[in-house]
């Protein structure tokens, strides 16, 4: 039988990193009687191979349902990653091979289970079931709802308005993932904000064939090192549950003061009252932003890795950017001379970090460049040949070695 979680358990849960609860009272019945095992649904479309620590925001509610003893269900979406969600995106997904999807899933896996426990968790493809599917079934699945429906959605509207073609396959999209909830007759569905449309269809689509409607939570989505949603689409403004300590530990501190309190509460394991208590002083300026800032990157390379991994992430910030110094480990280029003396920055931006001509000269006139320690501007000469250091960016250097 499950454990029944104790009050302020379950206000923790209800109230911390939670947006959209539906039926909340009703869900938080089911939670308190602890009569019957509920089986939860989270789905992933393995469009990448990692996951980020977004993804944790929801997969440490999951992690606590199976704690209390409720059976967790991963659906690998590997049929819907090949349709593409048109969730957040105003045009279509470019479609991928199922080999790639399902080579995605492996690491996929893997990373879940960084987080939700095997015990009282289990993995299941869609193909399981839309393997057998025909086109009969497409079409009655179809019938259950209609355009007009599917048009609601603030994606298609955006597309009406820009006159961008809306696919016919991008409007079964949510209705492959509601069957997913009649396949596995799901008690709950947990998804990020972003995914409300499709987990509503979902408890629509059960209660029309007779199952009893899904209960729903959603999460927030947590913002990346560029301050938007954390995506798998932009790889490099992620914090990668996969990510070295050192790379967590400055990527973390490289996000936005303001982001501080969301990181907090969303993304660590610290105690509730804790994270409301730093929150409150960092508001209140009683804990300094840098402070703040500091402890959260440990906190969270910590959880990712060892409290002693977080110890030297942090040792080696501090060489790095409170003492100047060069870390050991940089990417070498080898470059040819072609017979030149010298070369603008910029074009060595160009040539040896594939950057283009645009975003060579915003680094470069954002003072985000230096070389050998001297910062750049637009007339800066690099001379082809030994080696340099050159910076770019908050964290990246790269060491050129001319031939």
């Known amino acids: 039988m499950p454990v029944v979680p104790s009050k302020v358990e379950l206000d923790e849960f209800l109230g911390r990193a939670m947006v959209d609860v539906i039926v909340r009272e009703e869900f938080a019945a089911l939670l308190r009687s602890g009569e019957r095992q509920l089986r939860i649904k989270q789905g992933f479309d393995p469009t990448r191979p ?34 593409g969600d048109p969730t957040d995106k105003d ?135 560029d301050g938007e949603k954390m995506s798998k689409s932009k790889p490099k403004t992620g914090i990668w549950l996969t990510d070295a300590p050192n790379e967590i530990y400055g990527k973390v501190m490289s996000i936005d ?33 840098m402070a703040g800032k500091e402890k959260l990157a440990r906190q969270i390379t910590s959880e990712l890795h060892s409290p002693a991994k977080a110890d030297e992430a942090a040792a080696a910030f501090k060489r790095q950017f409170s003492e100047g110094q060069v870390p050991k480990d940089i990417e070498e280029i080898s470059m040819e001379a072609d017979g030149a003396k010298n070369i603008n920055i910029v074009e060595l931006l160009m040539k040896a970090l594939k950057k283009s001509r645009s975003e060579s000269r915003r680094l470069v006139e954002q003072g985000g460049v230096s070389v050998e320690g001297s910062k750049a501007n637009l007339e800066t000469s690099v001379e082809t040949t030994g080696e340099q250091t050159v910076k770019y960016g908050k964290r990246s250097y790269a060491r050129i070695r001319w031939r």
């Open 257 to 289: 003061d303001a982001l501080m309190p969301h990181y907090y509460e969303w993304a660590t394991d610290l105690p509730w009252d804790e994270v409301k208590k730093i929150n409150a002083a960092l508001a209140s300026k009683e804990l300094a932003p």
């Open 91 to 225: 045009e279509t997904r470019p479609t991928m091979s199922h080999e790639q999807v399902l080579k995605n899933a492996e690491t996929y896996v893997q990373q879940f289970h960084m987080v939700v426990p095997k015990e009282n968790s289990r993995i299941v493809f869609q193909t399981e079931w839309f393997g057998k599917f025909g086109l009969r079934d497409v079409i009655e699945l179809a019938g259950r709802f209609t355009a007009q429906q599917m048009l609601q959605r603030e994606e298609f509207r955006k597309r009406m308005e820009k006159k961008t073609p809306i696919p016919i396959k991008d409007l079964l999209y949510p209705l492959l993932q509601a069957y997913d909830s009649v396949a596995i007759e799901a008690d709950v569905e947990m998804g990020g904000t972003d995914q409300l449309f499709n987990i509503l269809a979902g408890r629509e689509l059960q209660s029309q064939i007779g199952q009893q409607p899904q209960q729903v939570f959603t999460v927030p989505l947590l913002e990346g090192l």
């Open 50 to 83: 990692n996951l980020h620590i977004g993804h944790a925001v929801g997969l440490r509610k999951l992690r606590q349902l199976a704690r209390w003893g409720h059976e967790i269900v991963l659906i690998v979406g590997d049929w819907t990653t090949q349709i």
